[in-house]
């Protein structure tokens, strides 16, 4: 039987691909607590190694060439705090697996190529704070969701192809500071709202664009 030292100095294997099928191999021990795949010129990865770290709190993958990525194996990473995934070229992604991280704190899909997007899952990141989104493809995005994410503090919606968002449910944010969206983008939210006592301070410098409706 391995005593606890020999166990935390085990490594653990990480394998990626280049676009032209180079293999990207990294290790790190079974006791990291970051992930850092930065700027490795990674395509595909296999992230079902992560099943085997107990404690990562950091995640990075931004700075790629990922067009399509697995997050299945982040199901079980209840103490997650950091999910990077910007700078790649991700067309489409399936949020569904973060219903387990719990924990997370920071998601950033920026500067991909993201059409379209259901944020639902997140409704199990109570502990969200930053969700970056700009810099993609998207035509439109439900908000719903982010109305039960009450530490929500960053929202970055810029440099998409949104024509109108509903804003409502960032009314129910009291802690957003910082909200981004492009001047073009018409914002509506219900008349019920305009009258609110306490409005975040993310939503003020937009009041008087908004259609209440």
């Excluded at 982040?74 to 700078?87: A, M, N, Q």
């Excluded at 919606?157 to 969206?181: A, H, Y």
Aim: aromatic share 4%.
């Amino acid at each position: 039987m391995k005593t606890l030292d020999e166990t935390e100095m085990e490594e653990i294997t990480i394998w990626s691909e280049t676009k032209k099928g180079g293999k990207i191999v990294e290790r790190f021990p079974s006791n990291a607590t970051s992930i850092d795949l930065n700027d490795r010129r990674i395509a595909t990865t296999d992230l079902s190694a992560l099943k085997s770290f107990s404690n990562i709190e950091t995640l990075t993958l931004s700075g790629n060439e990922i067009q399509i990525i697995d997050l299945n194996p982040l199901r079980d990473c209840d103490v997650l705090l950091e999910l990077s995934l910007g700078g790649n070229v991700i067309e489409q992604i399936d949020l569904t697996p973060l219903e387990g991280c719990v924990s997370l704190m920071h998601l950033d899909l920026s500067f991909n190529k993201i059409k379209t997007i259901n944020i639902t899952p997140l409704v199990h990141c109570k502990d969200l704070k930053a969700l970056h989104l700009y810099e993609n493809k998207l035509e439109s995005i439900d908000l719903s969701v982010l109305s039960k994410n009450k530490k929500l503090r960053n929202l970055t919606l810029e440099k998409n192809n949104l024509r109108t968002v509903d804003v409502s449910p960032l009314f129910l944010c009291p802690n957003l500071v910082k909200f981004g969206i492009d001047q073009e983008v018409a914002m509506t939210a219900a008349s019920k709202l305009k009258t609110q006592s306490k409005i975040p301070i993310g939503l003020k410098p937009h009041l008087s664009r908004i259609n209440w409706v």
